[in-house]
């Protein structure tokens, strides 16, 4: 597995490039999946476990990995695919939200590098399957398609919250209230975070699945406001960006927007899974505002509170 640790090492330069890297993985069956190599820290054999007594059947017990204790998901069983035969099953030690979790599948194929251009939003009735287990779907060369996890609903799914545990401390903000934004992530687990948290600080906000279609938005409210002589603040206060997007990720919509003299001076938040200080120093050099770490509203808020609580302008007015 250490070639795999080697190739992830040497491929953290993309930010700005709309590329990605993705592990490609399967269950012993022939559908190809894949996962953000930003988000792997380790790939390994399976270690030992330790079994939970009445724990959820989808995960298989903790793995001790140089004295941090993780959860070991049987990644087959949580998207509803049936349980995982372990043997010879390969561990996926990955990073979310400031949290380790051990994914076991299978086994793993090869790291492979791509523009987001060719991540593709699934059609909607797959989308609704499952409650949107797929948020991204690309095809190969050889003609494989990959489906891409939403993993962040996957673990949401694992570790439910009920909304007064989620957004206690959230609500109506006289500094917030009436202003809109524009939110861009292709996870509806995370959409409905960002837009309850929204709702309940009196904000409004549009929706976006994907970097390019924020983007084209954007522009579209920086021509009206040249049409009525306005700026883009009498429009949008500030937008809300995921990473990993298909089509287009974060950090270059970050950049398509700090270029245009028309949106400079929009205040960007990113907010993402992928919690590794690299990223948010990658995020910072482009132009992000700010960052926030995903599933956690109250810093969201304070974000918004602090970058955007003084702004002028309400965003589109009705």
Same mark, same amino acid.
């Given at each position: 597995?250490?070639?795999?640790? =080697?190739?992830? &090492? ?5 930010? %700005? ?8 993985? #399967? +269950? ?26 009445? =724990? &959820? ?22 998207? %509803?695919?049936?349980?995982? &035969?372990?043997?010879? =099953? @390969? ?10 979790? %051990? +994914?076991?599948?299978? %086994? ?27 948020? =991204? ?35 109506? #903000? ?17 959409? @409905? ?39 883009? +603040? ?16 974060? +950090? ?29 120093? @990658? ?5 992000? *505002?700010?960052?926030? *770490?995903?599933? #956690?509203?109250? &810093?969201?808020?304070? @974000?918004?509170?602090? #970058? ?11």
């Amino acid at each position: 597995m250490a070639k795999w640790m =080697a190739e992830i &090492d040497q491929r953290t330069g993309l930010a %700005g490039a709309n590329k990605m890297e993705l592990l490609m993985f #399967h +269950f012993g069956t022939n559908e190809t999946y894949g996962i953000n190599v930003f988000k792997i820290r380790e790939v390994m054999k399976l270690p030992p476990v330790v079994k939970i007594p009445d =724990a &959820d059947p989808r995960i298989l017990g903790l793995v001790n990995l140089r004295g941090e204790n993780i959860a070991l998901v049987d990644l087959k069983q949580a998207i %509803g695919l049936g349980p995982l &035969d372990p043997v010879g =099953a @390969k561990l996926i030690i990955a990073e979310y939200n400031d949290n380790k979790q %051990g +994914f076991l599948v299978a %086994g793993v194929d090869r790291i492979i590098r791509m523009s987001w251009e060719r991540i593709q939003i699934p059609p909607p009735m797959v989308q609704s399957s499952r409650q949107g287990a797929v948020t =991204a779907i690309t095809k190969l060369e050889d003609g494989r398609m990959v489906l891409i996890l939403d993993v962040e609903k996957v673990l949401a799914e694992l570790h439910p919250r009920s909304e007064e545990e989620v957004f206690v401390g959230i609500e109506l #903000h006289e500094e917030l209230a009436g202003k809109r934004v524009l939110v861009a992530d292709d996870s509806l687990v995370a959409r @409905k975070q960002i837009t309850k948290t929204l709702e309940r600080l009196g904000m409004k906000y549009e929706e976006t699945q994907t970097g390019r279609e924020a983007l084209t938005r954007l522009r579209q409210y920086a021509e009206l406001s040249d049409k009525m002589e306005r700026t883009i +603040f009498d429009f949008v206060v500030g937008v809300i960006t995921d990473i990993e997007m298909p089509e287009m990720d974060g +950090f270059s919509l970050t950049k398509a927007i700090r270029e245009d003299p028309r949106l400079q001076g929009l205040p960007i938040l990113m907010h993402s899974s992928l919690s590794g200080q690299c990223n948010v120093d @990658k995020g910072k050099a482009l132009g992000v *505002t700010d960052y926030v *770490t995903k599933f #956690h509203p109250t &810093d969201l808020r304070d @974000k918004l509170v602090e #970058h955007l609580g003084k702004s002028q302008g309400i965003g589109v007015r009705s």
